[in-house]
């Protein structure tokens, strides 16, 4: 009736896996009186020719009796199985009956005994004038089988239910059934299986992917898990070459103290070192200055430890002070080094109490030699300047380091740190002023040495002299002798060491042991950098002629 499905796709083909069979639509119609709605009538004898009755759904064979048109369905009856009545001979199914549907038999049929090629396993319903089991009006039934309606769920049903299948014949109370599964083939079989597997894998690389990210995302803002512990070096010899800075600074930090000075309306603080072990501290003048008579000194010591000082001995020309403790042991002297044998570049360094920071150490280098730097100066009157000939270093000096050790690479002491030359143009370290700017200046050990022997032994400090006055205000090249000396009497002392090498009023002096000096102040710089009883060997000029002269310095009280 049809061409063939390639598709196989219901209802004409085998039934598909993808979709169900649609359903074959069926106008409603009137039943016959009697009979139950979607069953065949049977019509008996008498009934119009193998026409149904008006209304019977099509597709449903109707069972003929006799005198019903030879076999052929009724009109409307699309490829369904007819009921033969009699007249047709045995075994022939009705033209357009669809194969494997049993017809309804009438008389002069085998009774209950199927037409050849009729399916087996479908009833077919005998009897004389009734189709399907289904008495006439008023009549019984034959005891055949009843015509069995597609779609029924009848046992013995035909083995295509698509062909025969009818929404509407439905047997009403059939028992529900297990959906069983779609039989697959071994290809889709293993297709679904791959999709299943490739599946799994994705969604456990979204899956591992997001809690990655999370993890990565936690470790980043929170540094790791679990408690954080850093590297670290092991212990190691802490001990150090004592030529080396740490060296240096664990050999003289014991000996290097503070001093906290106070007096009337005035304090400080500075540095000093133990000369001895009888308690001797050098430091400088300016540090003790402020105690005056009856001020206060506190030494402490690099063990914390404490103790009350008094003065010794003071010198503002050469800017040094020492003082003494009492009932401290174990004191541990520095050793000193000599100034002379000092070159520029050499390592030093540098140790003190810049503002207040105690035991603080710096180094540097040797920047220059023999700089002739003064100091002081506040009272207006000259006693307090200092005239140093001072060790210039680089090693950072400030406010707090006065009178502190400047060592050299073995430790020993090479110098008294003074001074700085601040941003301001100060020279006072505790002037008030800025920092340090790579400019700092020591007196030179060897100066300090005889000066502390002096204050210690004596009390007072001897200055050499020439017996000469200057005059300060001179602004030509060198040291000019003045016009007349201080209160009015000759500038050239009668008997003095200038006068025995005939120095005169008005001579300009160049030169000392062979180095040039430009002003009054390089030249008692040069002379304080002596001990009294050292020969100079002095250049001049007079009435524009240059000549030498040597002489033995002298020595004063102090002044």
Request: aromatic letters at 2%; charged letters at 20%; zero cysteines.
């Amino acid at each position: 009736m049809h061409d063939p499905d390639p598709y196989s796709t219901p209802p004409y083909g085998e039934p598909g896996p993808w979709a169900p069979a649609p359903p074959v639509q069926h106008p409603t119609g009137t039943p016959a009186h009697g009979v139950p709605g979607g069953v065949a009538p049977s019509v008996g004898d008498g009934s119009v020719g193998g026409v149904p009755a008006h209304g019977v759904p099509g597709g449903v064979a109707p069972s003929v009796g006799d005198g019903s048109a030879g076999g052929a369905p009724a009109h409307g009856v699309a490829g369904a199985a007819s009921s033969v009545g009699g007249g047709h001979p045995p075994g022939t199914s009705a033209h357009g009956v669809a194969g494997g549907v049993a017809p309804s038999v009438g008389d002069g049929f085998a009774g209950g005994t199927p037409a050849h090629g009729v399916a087996g396993g479908v009833a077919p319903s005998v009897g004389d004038g009734f189709a399907g089991g289904a008495p006439a009006h008023g009549g019984e039934a034959s005891g055949s089988s009843p015509v069995v309606v597609a779609g029924a769920g009848a046992e013995g049903a035909s083995a295509d239910p698509w062909g025969r299948y009818d929404p509407w014949a439905a047997a009403a109370g059939a028992p529900l059934q297990r959906a069983d599964p779609v039989p697959m083939d071994g290809r889709r079989r293993r297709r679904r299986a791959r999709r299943a597997v490739v599946g799994g894998a994705l969604l456990l690389a979204l899956v591992s992917g997001g809690i990655g990210g999370i993890v990565g995302g936690y470790l980043e803002r929170n540094g790791g898990i679990g408690t954080v512990e850093l590297p670290q070096a092991g212990r190691e010899d802490v001990r150090r070459d004592p030529d080396s800075v740490a060296g240096i600074a664990a050999q003289a930090l014991p000996s290097v103290v503070t001093l906290h000075v106070s007096g009337a309306g005035a304090a400080g603080t500075g540095t000093g070192f133990v000369l001895d072990e009888r308690g001797h501290i050098l430091t400088n003048d300016h540090v003790v200055e402020p105690a005056g008579e009856n001020g206060e000194i506190t030494v402490t010591f690099h063990s914390g430890d404490t103790a009350e000082a008094t003065v010794v001995g003071r010198d503002a020309g050469y800017d040094l002070a020492v003082v003494k403790v009492k009932g401290v042991r174990g004191l541990a002297p520095l050793p000193l080094g000599n100034s002379d044998n000092v070159r520029v570049g050499d390592p030093v360094v540098a140790i003190g109490a810049p503002f207040d920071l105690a035991g603080t150490v710096t180094a540097g280098i040797i920047s220059a030699r023999e700089r002739p730097i003064t100091a002081g100066g506040e009272n207006g009157d000259g006693t307090d300047v200092s005239y140093v000939d001072a060790l210039q270093t680089d090693a950072p000096i400030n406010p707090g380091n006065s009178g502190g050790p400047l060592l050299d690479a073995r430790g020993r002491v090479i110098g008294i740190n003074s001074a700085i030359r601040s941003a301001g143009g100060a020279e006072d370290p505790d002037g008030g002023q800025a920092g340090s700017i790579g400019l700092g200046f020591a007196i030179p050990v060897n100066q300090g040495k005889r000066v502390a022997e002096e204050l210690i032994n004596t009390g007072r400090a001897a200055h050499p002299v020439i017996g000469i006055t200057l005059d300060m205000a001179y602004s030509g090249d060198g040291a000019r002798v003045a016009a007349e000396g201080h209160d009015g009497g000759p500038p050239v002392s009668t008997g003095g060491p200038g006068a025995r090498a005939g120095i005169k009023a008005g001579d300009v002096i160049t030169e000392v042991d062979g180095r040039r000096v430009h002003s009054g102040e390089e030249l008692i710089v040069k002379t304080r950098a002596h001990r009294p009883g050292d020969r100079l060997e002095l250049t001049l000029e007079r009435g524009g002629e240059e000549r030498k002269v040597s002489l033995v310095l002298g020595s004063s009280d102090g002044g």
